[in-house]
């Protein structure tokens, strides 16, 4: 593909009527991320831990020679509880060109969103909620998806992942 018609296939992905999300739980919720950040979804495996690392971030794994900076999202996002078994999993994400993972508890599916779907998060007075990272809330069915921008999430200063 030519830089320009890259350029446009770019532009053409922002003005999407719908885009596709994948979704998983943590606790009892379930969230949705944009799917183009996705690299691969591998099964848990402990990482090698890495000497002061803030909780949340679990260390390291060698991904094909990549070494992966690893993140349990449940312990930044505050779930009540983590447990370690066969649906946890590891998403792979590329993020302002580095690769992380990220552990949920279970991935559900692959969503496309029409944008008209979406509602914007409503506005949280608490300090405790952090919106910034909520891009929205759509509802598929029964289900309540809670939308996450995860590029600022993972790029976020208190991370320690990526040099801003």
Same mark, same amino acid.
């Given at each position: 593909m030519t830089a320009t018609a890259a350029a446009h296939d770019h532009h053409a992905t922002a003005a999407r009527a719908s885009a596709e999300y994948l979704t998983? +739980? @943590?606790?009892?919720e379930e969230y949705g991320i944009d799917i183009l950040r996705v690299q691969e979804i591998r099964s848990y495996e402990p990482p090698t831990r890495i000497a002061n690392? #803030? #909780?949340?971030? @679990?260390g390291v794994v060698n991904l094909r020679g990549v070494i992966v900076p690893v993140v349990d999202l449940r312990i930044k996002l505050g779930c009540d509880k983590v447990e370690y078994n066969g649906l946890t999993v590891v998403i792979v994400l590329n993020v302002k060109g580095r690769v992380v993972g990220a552990v949920v508890d279970s991935v559900s599916d692959v969503l496309e969103l029409? +944008?008209?779907q979406i509602r914007p998060a409503p506005e949280m007075a608490s300090s405790t909620v952090d919106t910034a990272f909520i891009t929205g809330i759509a509802s598929v069915g029964e289900r309540m998806l809670i939308l996450m921008d995860i590029e600022a999430l993972m790029a976020a200063p208190d991370m320690g992942l990526i040099d801003t």
């Open positions: 998983f +739980r @943590l606790g009892e690392a #803030p #909780p949340h971030m @679990l029409p +944008r008209d």
